[in-house]
């Protein structure tokens, strides 16, 4: 339960929301009771009245009242009914941002090796299924059962001041034996099954991607029938597990309905006797008993959620598992660089798992506000040398030093979204007139000028509306927003004309004035202005 503690923290950062969501649930459910309670206690009044008439006994009813009442509680269990549903699924969406936003934080600042260790189809159960877990959990488990366990205590008060102490308890006994059954009785005969269920899911949803992803090579291989039957036999598996999972939720939710039964026919039997020394009337008498049943409904949510419970624990392990920082994003050895150094390698292993070192006792120093160039044909390593001076790929061996830093990576990456909110990822405070200014430099203020929605273009999937070379300059724009003293920069240049390079090259000679950079490419005309060159062979 652990692993919960964390995504529990942020679920409760809420609390105003969570108390108010709480209150539309306990009072949907009070009315639910109140509705059946004021029914049957109305019911049996007219049904008592009635008889004595037949008897010719003179008796008189209000109708008014239990009428009001009815029509009172019916009418707010709707309106109730219908708010706590718009309003807790609001929260429930913002709870998703909040553990969407938390979990991408974490994945900016995991290392390339760590979100490299799963495929593609994993990173999708992790992004939505376990997402999915975690964002209900306040819905579907928390506010249920806190909210069963305060309607109880209210039942108990009730038959306390309708009966007695004795029956209060009796009856309190008998609901807290039916709630521990639909909860804590769940969990502990399901816990194991759902979170080996759970992981028998992900595995499945993966091997059907991974099908179809490789489909046209299983076709070739004449393997597409044989891998489909065994992508059956598991399916059959997991469905076999799910059986025997909902086969225990249900006897538990058929010992916790015993239960309450119980209880009713205990305040039934209890209550006759009070009736035949006169304590309560016959309306009375059937009041409680009516109000208990109505906890039924209560408790019915309860044992689903709980067969659940162990899925989401499995959830929230693997993403505090395979999503987890990684300590040296944050500038690692900032603090142990001498005087005057923006950067320094010693000794420096880059290496990617399974395969042969790319380079072994690498060192270099940089120094403030130095701007030098990295060049080598492709294949020699300078992407990866890149990733591990920004702190994507940890070093093999060695250490390495250096201050706060941006990174333009050697692929551009746009998000589907508009051009201001590409830019503002680099300088979240810029202002609109530092935009048009940066992309004045990047020769692009023209080109969106002209668009009817200027800074607020959207750019399409990955900057589909744009050509190559646009989209690199949005990319380098972004960079060069941000005020990190460090900069690097891989292959700056990609999709630019020569003459277009040349003339931005010129302009980021102002705008990197003062700042460190490192810029790697194959050839001297791919790189800015720069104080020295390294050449890497291999």
Same mark, same amino acid.
């Given at each position: 339960?652990?692993?919960?503690?964390?995504?529990?923290?942020?679920?409760?950062?809420?609390?105003?929301?969570?108390?108010?969501?709480?209150?539309?649930?306990l009072?949907?459910?009070?009315?639910?009771? #109140? @509705?059946?309670?004021?029914?049957?206690?109305f019911?049996?009044?007219?049904?008592?009245?009635?008889?004595?008439?037949?008897?010719?006994?003179?008796? *008189?009813?209000?109708?008014?009242?239990?009428?009001?009442?009815?029509?009172?509680?019916?009418?707010?269990?709707?309106?109730?009914?219908?708010?706590?549903?718009?309003?807790?699924?609001?929260?429930?969406?913002?709870?998703? *941002?909040?553990i969407?936003?938390?979990?991408?934080?974490?994945?900016?600042?995991?290392?390339?090796v760590?979100?490299?260790?799963?495929? #593609?189809?994993?990173?999708?159960?992790?992004?939505?299924?376990?997402?999915?877990?975690?964002?209900t959990?306040?819905?579907?488990?928390?506010?249920?059962?806190?909210?069963? +366990?305060?309607?109880?205590?209210?039942?108990?008060?009730?038959?306390?001041?309708?009966?007695?102490?004795?029956?209060?308890?009796?009856?309190?006994?008998? @609901?807290?034996?039916?709630?521990?059954i639909?909860?804590?009785?769940?969990?502990l005969?399901?816990?194991?099954?759902?979170?080996r269920?759970? &992981?028998?899911?992900?595995?499945?949803? *993966?091997?059907?991607i991974?099908?179809?992803?490789?489909?046209?090579?299983?076709?070739?291989? +004449?393997?597409?029938?044989?891998?489909?039957?065994? /992508?059956?036999?598991?399916?059959?598996?997991?469905?076999?597990?799910q059986?025997?999972?909902?086969?225990?939720?249900?006897?538990? /939710?058929? +010992?916790?309905?015993?239960?309450v039964?119980?209880?009713?026919?205990?305040a039934l039997?209890?209550?006759?006797a009070?009736?035949?020394?006169?304590?309560?009337s016959?309306?009375? !008498?059937?009041?409680?008993?009516?109000? /208990?049943?109505?906890?039924?409904?209560?408790?019915?949510?309860?044992? =689903?959620?709980?067969?659940?419970?162990g899925?989401?624990?499995?959830?929230?392990?693997?993403?505090?598992?395979?999503?987890?920082?990684?300590?040296?994003?944050?500038?690692?050895?900032?603090?142990?660089?001498?005087?005057?150094?923006?950067?320094?390698? %010693? &000794?420096?292993?880059?290496?990617?798992e #399974?395969?042969?070192?790319?380079f072994?006792?690498?060192?270099l120093?940089?120094?403030?506000?130095?701007?030098?160039?990295? !060049?080598?044909?492709?294949?020699?390593?300078?992407?990866?040398?890149?990733d591990?001076?920004?702190?994507?790929?940890?070093?093999?061996?060695?250490?390495?030093?250096?201050?706060?830093?941006?990174?333009?990576?050697?692929?551009?990456?746009?998000?589907? &979204?508009?051009?201001?909110?590409?830019?503002?990822?680099?300088?979240?405070?810029?202002? =609109?007139?530092?935009?048009?200014?940066?992309?004045?430099?990047?020769? /692009?203020?023209?080109?969106?000028?002209?668009?009817? =929605?200027?800074? &607020?273009?959207?750019?399409?999937?990955?900057?589909?509306?744009?050509?190559?070379?646009?989209?690199?300059?949005?990319?380098?724009?972004?960079?060069?927003?941000?005020?990190?003293?460090?900069?690097?920069?891989?292959?700056?240049?990609?999709?630019? =004309?020569? %003459? *277009?390079?040349?003339?931005?090259?010129?302009?980021?000679?102002?705008?990197?004035?003062?700042?460190?950079v490192?810029?790697l490419?194959?050839?001297? $005309?791919a790189?800015? $202005?720069t104080?020295?060159?390294?050449?890497?062979?291999?």
């Open positions: 339960m652990r692993d919960l503690k964390p995504w529990l923290d942020l679920i409760f950062k809420r609390p105003g929301r969570l108390v108010v969501g709480g209150f539309l649930i009072a949907t459910l009070l009315s639910g009771i #109140g @509705l059946l309670a004021v029914s049957g206690w019911i049996t009044e007219t049904a008592l009245v009635g008889l004595l008439l037949a008897a010719g006994v003179a008796a *008189t009813i209000n109708l008014y009242v239990p009428g009001g009442a009815i029509r009172f509680f019916a009418v707010s269990r709707t309106v109730f009914r219908y708010m706590e549903r718009v309003y807790n699924h609001d929260t429930v969406l913002r709870l998703l *941002t909040d969407r936003v938390a979990l991408f934080k974490r994945l900016s600042r995991a290392s390339r760590r979100r490299g260790e799963l495929s #593609g189809a994993q990173w999708l159960s992790r992004l939505t299924t376990d997402v999915d877990a975690l964002d959990l306040y819905l579907r488990l928390i506010a249920p059962t806190a909210l069963a +366990g305060l309607v109880t205590l209210l039942v108990m008060v009730l038959a306390a001041v309708l009966f007695d102490i004795g029956t209060a308890l009796l009856v309190g006994l008998l @609901l807290v034996i039916a709630l521990v639909a909860t804590a009785g769940v969990y005969r399901t816990w194991r099954l759902a979170a269920q759970s &992981d028998r899911q992900e595995d499945l949803r *993966t091997a059907v991974e099908h179809i992803e490789g489909f046209p090579e299983l076709t070739a291989a +004449g393997r597409t029938g044989k891998h489909a039957a065994w /992508l059956m036999r598991q399916a059959h598996q997991v469905t076999a597990e059986a025997r999972a909902d086969t225990r939720v249900g006897w538990h /939710l058929a +010992g916790s309905h015993l239960f039964n119980l209880s009713a026919v205990l039997w209890a209550g006759f009070l009736f035949q020394s006169g304590s309560v016959g309306p009375v !008498l059937v009041l409680l008993p009516i109000a /208990l049943l109505g906890l039924a409904e209560v408790y019915a949510m309860l044992p =689903d959620a709980f067969c659940k419970l899925a989401t624990v499995a959830s929230a392990a693997r993403l505090n598992r395979d999503c987890r920082e990684d300590d040296q994003n944050a500038a690692p050895g900032a603090s142990e660089l001498p005087p005057g150094k923006a950067l320094l390698a %010693e &000794d420096v292993a880059v290496k990617h #399974g395969y042969a070192p790319l072994t006792h690498f060192n120093g940089i120094e403030d506000g130095e701007h030098i160039g990295i !060049l080598g044909h492709s294949g020699s390593g300078k992407s990866s040398l890149a591990v001076l920004a702190g994507l790929m940890p070093t093999a061996q060695g250490n390495l030093a250096r201050r706060e830093c941006v990174y333009l990576t050697q692929k551009t990456v746009l998000f589907e &979204d508009t051009l201001r909110a590409n830019l503002l990822l680099g300088s979240p405070e810029a202002s =609109d007139t530092q935009l048009w200014s940066i992309l004045e430099q990047m020769e /692009l203020a023209e080109r969106f000028a002209t668009e009817p =929605d200027r800074l &607020d273009t959207w750019l399409g999937s990955a900057g589909s509306r744009l050509s190559g070379g646009e989209a690199r300059r949005v990319a380098l724009a972004r960079v060069l927003l941000n005020p990190a003293p460090l900069v690097i920069l891989d292959e700056p240049f990609t999709g630019l =004309d020569a %003459e *277009t390079r040349g003339r931005i090259s010129k302009r980021m000679e102002t705008l990197l004035e003062g700042k460190t490192v810029s490419a194959h050839g001297s $005309d790189l800015p $202005d104080d020295r060159v390294i050449y890497l062979s291999g």
